[in-house]
Nanobody, 122 residues
């Protein structure tokens, strides 16, 4: 059974940066696309970024394009999300996900981490 564990969340002031990491175990890592979602209180889970199985293709939500970068490392079986120029609207619980293809709909993803809180203050 696949397990995903996020790390690197925390609190930062507007304009700052954070890097999230997700360690993957129990899966054939290279067989899965990886993604990041976020969910703010009272809102639906929202696609943030995705990276294909081989890492050659990435997708980003319009709201984070140019500020966030997703990457993956087969050696360590991990996926990261570098977040720059953070603003208070980025405050949410961030979830790592594994699935067959990059998709915006959460139901298309098969495995999920428990989430990491990111708080951005103004």
């Amino acid at each position: 059974q696949g397990q995903l564990e996020e790390s690197g969340g925390g609190s930062v002031q507007a304009g700052g940066s954070l890097r999230l990491s997700c360690a993957v175990s129990g899966l054939r890592f290279d067989a899965y696309a990886m993604g990041w979602f976020r969910q703010a209180p009272g809102k639906e889970r929202q696609f943030v970024a995705g990276i294909s199985r081989g890492g050659g293709s990435t997708n980003y939500a319009d709201s984070v394009q140019g500020r966030f970068t997703i990457s993956r490392d087969s050696g360590s079986q991990s996926v990261s999300l570098q977040m720059n120029s953070l603003n208070p609207e980025d405050t949410a619980v961030y979830y790592c996900a594994a699935g067959g293809v990059i998709a915006a709909a959460p139901r298309r993803w098969m495995y999920w981490g428990r989430g990491a809180q990111v708080t951005v203050s103004s």
